[in-house]
């Protein structure tokens, strides 16, 4: 705020001001998927350090996508804040955000974790690994997402819809690393165990403690929720093929619109929200990864020990995804 006054008067005092529209006071205005109950601190944190106050609006990605498309170049919105590189890559595609060169965001976050011109930069990464019943299942017995298919599994798989976007950068990322004949053998042999799908992460979890089934593949998030509650909670986590390209992993992140008004100050939040103290803020409030490696992860998180993921360009989730889609259906996974 300081700083927007500061540069009115100076713009005043060279007689640029019928130059300048009027309304371009500093902000930044945030179109969020994301609760805010989980942007809210990271926000008020941002406003503290920079003066910038931040207004933002949270609904589904779907209706954000659309909103951004019918409000063109009208839009309020500077800055798209969502969860799935599939959703990012999409925003992306449709032509609703801009890329920006930014030092700060490349020396924080990881380059497989953002899109090559930032238009999306990741700010959390969310683990998606085989989670299992500690009362009825060794980790022995588990392996990779592959070895789900063995019969062994018959009736003691617990899935997530196929309909949700996490379901579809799964699928992308073993498209890209087994190709489509292997991924498909490996979905059918998924289905012809039976599974139980779901259309929570949560719900799967409880479905194992309550003996509805013994494995399922879940974010570590959702599990670390449960065990903050109950730490006696009888799932467990499973790091899957780290013989070979490591868990499944993605992001949460955001991008700076085609059409900031604020574009400036939309790119100081973003490179704040890839900073040691945000991160922090993402590590804590939602037991996610942090996307810079330079922050630890929640003591919850960490206890699960350390894993070989996924370095996969992320980007892929998109790319692939109406491939996964297509193939997901072929094979009757619902
Ligand atoms: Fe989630």
């Known amino acids: 705020m300081g700083r927007g006054r500061l540069f009115c008067s100076l713009v005043g005092l060279v007689g640029l001001a019928l130059m300048l529209p009027a ?18 601190p990271m926000f008020d944190a941002f406003t ?8 933002y609006f949270t609904a589904s990605e779907a209706e954000l996508i659309e909103r951004l498309k019918a409000e063109g170049a009208n839009t309020p919105a500077d800055l798209f804040m ?59 017995e588990l392996s990779t997402y592959e070895a789900l298919g063995d019969p062994k599994w018959r009736g003691r798989l617990c899935l997530r819809t196929s309909r949700k976007v996490y379901t579809q950068s799964l699928v992308a990322a073993m498209l890209k690393a087994l190709g489509e004949a292997r991924t498909e053998a490996v ?15 949560t719900k799967m979890l409880e479905a194992i403690a309550a003996g509805q089934c013994d494995v399922t593949i879940a974010n570590t998030y959702y ?21 070979d390209r490591g868990v499944h992993v993605n992001i949460s992140g955001a991008g700076i619109t085609r059409h ?14 890839s900073g040691p103290e945000a ?56």
């Open 223 to 243: 599990l670390a929720r449960l065990k903050a509650k109950d730490p006696d909670f009888p799932v467990a986590v499973f790091w899957p093929n780290q013989q």
């Open 48 to 55: 503290a350090a920079s003066g910038i106050p931040v207004r």
């Open 82 to 140: 969502t969860v799935d590189a599939g959703n990012l890559w999409l925003a992306e595609q449709a032509g609703l955000l801009q890329g920006v060169a930014s030092p700060v965001i490349a020396r924080h976050i990881p380059a497989h974790l953002r899109a090559k011109d930032n238009a999306w930069v990741g700010l959390s990464v969310r683990a998606r690994p085989i989670m299992y019943s500690s009362e009825r299942v060794m980790p022995e």
């Open 260 to 273: 900031a008004k604020h574009r400036q100050e939309a790119l100081r939040l973003l490179e704040f929200l």
């Open 23 to 40: 309304a371009e006071a500093a902000e930044v205005v945030v179109y969020s998927s994301r609760i805010e109950q989980l942007i809210k």
């Open 279 to 334: 991160q922090r803020l993402y590590a804590d409030a939602n037991y996610e990864y942090p996307a810079n490696p330079a922050v630890k992860p929640h003591p919850l998180i960490a206890a699960w020990g350390t894993f070989k993921a996924d370095t996969v360009d992320v980007a892929v989730f998109g790319e692939l995804q109406a491939a996964a889609v297509k193939l997901l259906d072929r094979v009757g996974y619902r």
């Open 187 to 201: 979905l059918r042999a998924w289905m012809a165990n039976e599974p139980r799908i779901f259309n929570s992460d």
